[in-house]
């Protein structure tokens, strides 16, 4: 598919952007794109360490993100605080995806697919897929909705395309294969999600994953979505 000029990832939990998307964001982003994130929830529950707390499982997992970030070259996080297993399908929630897409307008939006019914799937994974899917459209495009949006500035815009990591039946492969490394090194900037394992251990069924993937259409290694576009 094209490269766009500019695109957005919208992320339940640190790491997972990473781990889902982050050879395609590689890709965009060394051919000109510019990538911005929306990190919804602050991954304060990700932890077996009986001597951790909410508070610090926080501040770690941003800084975390922040560094995985960086080495994929994305612009900007937006972290919206969200505790972690507590996101719901709310105004205020759509609102500040609203926001994020008037302010970044881009033309390609990735997030979880929210529809799945042969794997366990995180329940904050599917409630960002459906709010941003509604986001997207039509709440983004029309100006009545959130229509405060306007004092600051930020006026309707029309997404594109919106692909969905993780769906049921893929679509649409990304070819990584040049990008697998850096994806793997972005993975690595969270070391908080190791569970005891070496840095190469914990990359390792990553390369397996997307080796699956990438046999499935042709490529050393990919990533795979489904993809909805919109008249715009």
Same mark, same amino acid.
């Given at each position: 598919?094209?490269?766009?000029?500019?695109?957005?990832?919208?992320?339940?939990?640190?790491?997972?952007?990473?781990?889902?998307?982050?050879?395609?964001?590689?890709?965009?982003?060394?051919?000109?794109?510019?990538?911005?994130?929306?990190?919804?929830?602050?991954?304060?529950?990700?932890?077996?360490?009986?001597?951790?707390?909410?508070?610090?499982?926080?501040?770690?997992?941003?800084?975390?993100?922040?560094?995985?970030?960086?080495?994929?070259?994305?612009?900007?996080?937006?972290?919206?605080?969200?505790?972690?297993?507590?996101?719901?399908?709310?105004?205020?929630?759509?609102?500040?995806? /609203?926001?994020? &897409? $008037? !302010?970044?307008?881009? *033309?390609?939006?990735?997030?979880?697919?929210?529809?799945?019914?042969?794997? #366990?799937?995180?329940?904050?994974?599917?409630?960002?897929?459906?709010?941003?899917?509604?986001?997207?459209?039509?709440?983004?495009?029309?100006?009545?909705?959130?229509?405060?949006?306007?004092?600051?500035?930020?006026?309707?815009?029309?997404?594109?395309?919106?692909?969905?990591?993780?769906?049921?039946?893929?679509?649409?492969?990304?070819?990584?294969?040049?990008?697998?490394?850096?994806?793997?090194?972005?993975?690595?900037?969270?070391?908080?999600?190791?569970?005891?394992?070496?840095?190469?251990?914990? /990359?390792?069924? &990553? $390369? !397996?994953?997307?080796? *699956?993937?990438?046999?499935?259409?042709?490529?050393?290694?990919?990533?795979? #979505?489904?993809?909805?576009?919109?008249?715009?």
């Amino acid at each position: 598919m094209e490269v766009p000029r500019t695109a957005m990832v919208v992320t339940p939990h640190p790491d997972d952007a990473e781990i889902s998307c982050g050879g395609t964001v590689t890709n965009w982003i060394r051919q000109g794109a510019s990538v911005y994130y929306v990190l919804c929830s602050d991954g304060s529950k990700g932890t077996d360490d009986p001597e951790m707390t909410p508070e610090r499982l926080a501040k770690i997992r941003y800084r975390e993100q922040l560094e995985a970030a960086k080495t994929l070259g994305v612009k900007e996080v937006v972290a919206l605080g969200y505790p972690d297993g507590e996101l719901e399908d709310t105004r205020e929630f759509r609102g500040h995806l /609203v926001r994020a &897409l $008037r !302010r970044f307008r881009p *033309e390609v939006v990735i997030c979880p697919d929210p529809y799945r019914r042969s794997f #366990y799937f995180h329940r904050d994974h599917r409630i960002v897929g459906q709010v941003t899917q509604d986001a997207v459209f039509p709440y983004a495009r029309d100006r009545l909705h959130f229509p405060e949006h306007e004092a600051e500035g930020l006026v309707p815009h029309k997404t594109g395309t919106l692909m969905f990591w993780g769906p049921e039946e893929i679509e649409t492969y990304v070819d990584i294969t040049e990008s697998m490394d850096l994806k793997a090194e972005a993975l690595k900037c969270h070391r908080s999600q190791l569970g005891g394992l070496s840095e190469d251990e914990n /990359v390792g069924w &990553l $390369r !397996r994953w997307c080796a *699956e993937m990438g046999k499935k259409a042709g490529f050393e290694y990919a990533e795979g #979505y489904r993809v909805v576009r919109f008249r715009t």
